[in-house]
């Protein structure tokens, strides 16, 4: 399975970015999929999942703020991130999410950095 997530880059604190990630493979439609995020120094953690439903969660951190959704079609798996702020900085990755909230397998694509500023 690649992982190929894009969208990142450099924005001032309020504005909105939308991540996209590629999954090749022929599971992605029946596997919950999730954000994560590492920031500098922070462990890698989940910001939302969505299943093959299509049912979402989010941490608390991002609730209100950011959308998760996925294009089955195109085996693709969005986020939309409002009302950044800096402590959204962090490189994001996509991932398939299990039942204790990581991967089914430890292997991760290069991710795309986000760099908010206040």
């Known amino acids: 399975v690649q992982l190929q997530a894009s969208g990142g880059g450099l924005v001032q604190a309020r504005v909105s970015l939308r991540l996209c990630c590629a999954v090749?493979?022929?599971?992605?439609?029946?596997?919950?999929m999730g954000w994560y995020r590492q920031a500098p120094g922070k462990q890698r953690q989940l910001v939302a999942s969505?299943?093959?439903?299509?049912?979402?969660n989010y941490a608390d951190s991002v609730k209100g703020r950011f959308t998760i959704s996925r294009d089955n079609a195109k085996n693709t798996v969005y986020l939309q991130m409002n009302s950044l702020n800096p402590e959204d900085t962090a490189v994001y990755y996509c991932?398939?999410?299990?039942?204790?909230?990581?991967?089914?397998?430890?292997?991760w694509g290069q991710g795309t950095e986000v760099t908010v500023s206040s």
């Open positions: 991932n398939s999410v299990g039942p204790n909230q990581q991967p089914f397998k430890d292997s």
């Open positions: 090749s493979g022929n599971l992605f439609r029946i596997v919950r």
């Open positions: 969505i299943t093959s439903g299509g049912t979402t």
